[in-house]
């Protein structure tokens, strides 16, 4: 079946800002969208969004030029060509790009063609996303980890860690670890309240907390494990995306709310001791994305008992999770699509990750959308995991509750293993009491 139509429109994302919406309808009359989420937070080695700039226009953010890019150059390079070929027409917008990082067309109008196009193809299977993505061999629903207080960029910098969330480490099922999750994100309001701790929601829905230092955030969440019902470390553990690399500059880490700096070994040597005092089980950009011997210093201490995560350390990247696996820098790798910019290309990482015995985690960014497509694409390739910020607001809750319809769907297939996906990753987690 051959692409008839390419389209796109500026759509919103869920701070009111622009992105791009595309269109691909085949000439069967089938047709599939990809709506492109944007990060505030970003690697230095993503590929390139691509944005107008004109300050008298949504504040130089407006994605015309994109949209322009998708209706010209990209329909007239796609347009005719097969529809169901994935990797052949994700090919085709990589090379008429012809830039390293796709910021010539802007990875944005990419990426939204090539989930467009991922979509419409499932329509002409009459499939489900999930199963067209993976011949239907993908049967497992994730793991969520679930942003209960935001900081960094999220939350305009009001603590420096970026996420503090929560994962089960004992449900059954996967409704069962959505139930969980919402006992502690409820809780949390009402440890918060009756310490006045609350400053109002972050970008991705998580509370956004006045706390005096940055372990607080450990111990306050803590006790809304408790006050939840549950035993932290046993019933429920915490995951912390530190984002180091936004922590990093002058060759030092900065606690901006503390006032204080590190060097790279008394950095690594703080977050092993929060490790060690309070029931972390995942880490995520516990080092800035460059300093490999940082992330080879942690890993050595920290990877047979806690998933060491790179999001900005690789960028969806399979270069640099290459370079990760032969240095032995982590454990688990953090997908995102528009880090990369084609469906063809994260799936690319996820497989090579999984190849080397990590584990990825799928992932939404802080500027989202109502689509659920990540939810398809963790289910898709067994990854185990996914993260899309907090048990709140329209365009997370989408996520969530996609892999609860794509569980109906599946029946008797679905899987779902927990906590148990980081016994791919070596991580040893206690034995519940």
């Known amino acids: 079946m051959k692409i008839n139509r390419v389209s796109a429109l500026q759509i919103f994302d869920s701070r009111g800002n622009p992105t791009v919406e595309a269109v691909v309808e085949l ?44 209706e010209g150059e990209i329909a007239r390079a796609i347009t005719g060509r097969d529809g169901i070929d994935q990797e052949g027409l ?60 935001g900081g ?51 970008d991705e829905g998580g509370y956004w907390p006045a706390f005096d230092s940055n372990e607080e955030g450990f111990s306050v969440l ?26 990093y500059h002058d060759e030092r880490y900065h606690l901006g709310l503390e006032g204080r700096s590190f060097a790279s070994a008394e950095f690594a040597a703080m977050v092993i001791d929060w490790v060690g005092r309070y029931p972390i089980v995942s880490l ?23 998933q060491l995560v790179g999001d900005d350390h690789f960028v969806t990247n399979l270069a640099r999770i290459e370079q990760g696996i032969r240095l032995g820098s982590a454990n688990a790798v953090l997908i995102k699509l528009n880090q990369i910019g084609t469906v ?15 584990v990825p985690v799928i992932s939404a960014r802080s500027g989202e959308t109502e689509d659920a497509f990540i939810a398809h694409l963790a289910v898709a390739t067994n990854a185990g995991q996914l993260k899309v910020g907090s048990f709140c607001r329209g365009e997370r809750m989408a996520k969530w509750n996609e892999g609860l319809r794509i569980e109906g769907e599946l029946g008797t297939r679905a899987r779902y293993v927990g906590a148990g996906v980081l016994a791919g990753a070596g991580v040893v987690l206690p034995v519940p009491g």
């Open 222 to 247: 803590t006790k809304a494990i408790e006050r939840a019902g549950y035993a932290p470390g046993t019933e429920v553990g915490i995951s912390v995306d530190l984002a180091a690399s936004d922590l």
């Open 344 to 358: 063809t290309e994260t799936l690319r990482a996820i497989r090579r990750t999984q190849q080397a015995g990590w």
């Open 27 to 70: 000439s069967g009359g089938q047709h599939g969208r990809g709506l492109v989420p944007s990060g505030a937070s970003t690697g230095r080695h993503e590929a390139h969004e691509l944005r107008d700039g004109d300050p008298g226009r949504f504040s130089g953010r407006s994605v015309f030029q994109a949209v322009a890019n998708i």
């Open 284 to 306: 995520e950009d516990p080092m800035a994305e460059d300093d490999w011997a940082g992330w080879q210093g942690l890993r050595a201490a920290l990877g047979h008992r806690c």
């Open 152 to 202: 960094g960029k999220h939350a305009h910098g009001r603590i420096d860690v970026q996420d503090f969330m929560v994962v089960p480490l004992r449900a059954a099922s996967y409704p069962e670890a959505l139930e969980v999750v919402s006992d502690v994100f409820r809780a949390a309001a009402d440890v918060m309240r009756d310490r006045q701790g609350l400053a109002g929601v972050a």
């Open 90 to 149: 994700d090919q085709i917008l990589i090379e008429l790009d012809g830039t390293p990082d796709k910021s010539r067309l802007g990875a944005n109008a990419i990426l939204g063609v090539s989930m467009a196009a991922a979509n419409a193809a499932a329509a002409l299977r009459g499939v489900p996303l999930h199963a067209a993505l993976s011949n239907g061999t993908g049967t497992l629903l994730p793991w969520p980890e679930v942003q209960i207080f």
